[in-house]
């Protein structure tokens, strides 16, 4: 009996990045900074390494971990990179996204010192406001293009408000990304991979996607937002199982939790699950979330603890220490979704997905049967 567990279905995985260059016809770049978004990088990454192009990571850190591991796509890095992280892109091979000349100029120099001429993609802000060349400095990208030892071979940026109903701002953006494009092509820089296109411009747009695509949250099953399609197809890779770790019964009149913030109204049977906000339960979830048992919503009562937290099972038949309390998935018809303990929790589902803790252990499953068993503190091969 586990304590928890996270249920990854790697079968969905595949059918989520499928539907991505399915629609596109383009190459896609599964995101999987963040461990994946919580669901692990490094067995996504086995996956997937034979159905995408290449994976996108945030920090050089990441995409080390998965050479390491084996995988020989070509890893992106998002994010600039900076000090000591630049000789990681020689030493393993990754696929740098530039933002300044600065950056290129170093680079540049890296690569001479090698002897090799280095693939690098240009950044640019076309309204994010974040990181990348912005769209009015044609002299700087004119000069990392003549910067010896490293080629131009990609071109991307990031929409900021493709999931939103409006799409005025993105559909802006993409005129401005297209006017950098034969910019650059008109100065004779050939580019081979434009991308644009998050997994809201995936499912949003029908046209516009260039030569690749970078699936992110969509990969999991998740939809950027409330405002774009849900009809996508989309399949939920991650389930949250947790298995009861004691029950008593309380009289009325007893406090549950940290500051007594619930009492009992009656005789209540208590059903302690043994998870927290250290597994990345929230603890905003306190007197909100619900878990499935035995086919019955049972409500949190009181602050959920760091370790764990209390369910009401008054009205549930059959409940006992060893139950399985589904966190986030579906049982006997009932189902308890990413996003709706993230909205009850003032978050989004990035943030949920990305917060579970490395103390719960990740189960892979592929054809309805496990195939493997990840933990922070052990890796067991069933």
């Known amino acids: 009996m586990e304590r928890t567990y996270l249920k990854i279905d790697l079968d969905a995985v595949r059918h989520n990045v499928g539907l991505a260059g399915g629609k596109t016809g383009a190459r896609v770049f599964a995101i999987i900074k963040a461990d994946a978004y919580g669901h692990g990088a490094i067995e996504l990454a086995r996956e997937l390494q034979d159905t995408v192009y290449g994976f996108g990571l945030a920090i050089p850190e990441e995409a080390v971990q998965l050479r390491r591991a084996g995988i020989k796509n070509p890893l992106l890095i998002l994010g600039n990179i900076v000090g000591d992280s630049l000789t990681d892109v020689f030493d393993y091979g990754l696929l740098p996204s530039v933002s300044n000349l600065e950056t290129a100029k170093k680079l540049s120099s890296l690569a001479r010192e090698r002897g090799i001429v280095l693939d690098i993609h240009i950044g ?6 974040r990181i990348g060349f912005l769209p009015g400095q044609r002299t700087e990208l004119l000069a990392v293009a003549a910067l010896p030892n490293i080629k131009i071979t990609g071109l991307c940026t990031h929409y900021a408000s493709a999931d939103e109903t409006d799409k005025t701002y993105a559909k802006r953006q993409k005129e401005i990304f297209a006017d950098v494009a034969e910019f650059l092509e008109q100065n004779g820089i050939k580019i081979d991979c434009r991308h644009i296109s998050n997994s809201a411009g995936i499912i949003e747009f029908d046209a516009g996607h260039y030569d690749a695509v970078r699936s992110g949250i969509m990969t999991y099953g ?24 004691h029950i008593k019964v309380l009289p009325k009149g007893c406090g549950i939790s940290y500051g007594s913030t619930y009492v009992t109204q009656r005789p209540t049977k208590i059903a302690t699950i043994p998870i927290g906000y250290a597994d990345g339960y929230p603890r905003a979830l306190s007197g909100k979330g619900k878990v499935i048992i035995n086919g019955r919503f049972a409500p949190i009562i009181g ?3 760091m370790d764990q937290f209390m369910a009401d099972v008054t009205d549930i038949d059959g409940v006992d220490v060893g139950s399985q309390a589904v966190i986030v998935g579906s049982s006997d018809g009932l189902k308890i979704t990413v996003e709706e303990l993230a909205d009850a929790a003032n978050s989004f589902n990035y943030e949920f997905v990305c917060g579970v803790g490395l103390r719960v252990p990740k189960i892979y499953f ?7 068993r990840i933990s922070y503190v052990e890796k067991l091969n069933f």
Do not use: I
């Open 124 to 129: 640019v802000d076309t309204g994010m406001g």
């Open 222 to 245: 998740l939809y950027p937002s409330k405002e774009t399609a849900q009809d996508f197809g989309l399949r939920p890779v991650m389930s949250w199982y947790a298995a009861v770790s």
């Open 303 to 305: 602050r959920v603890c």
């Open 366 to 372: 592929r054809d309805g049967k496990p195939v493997k």
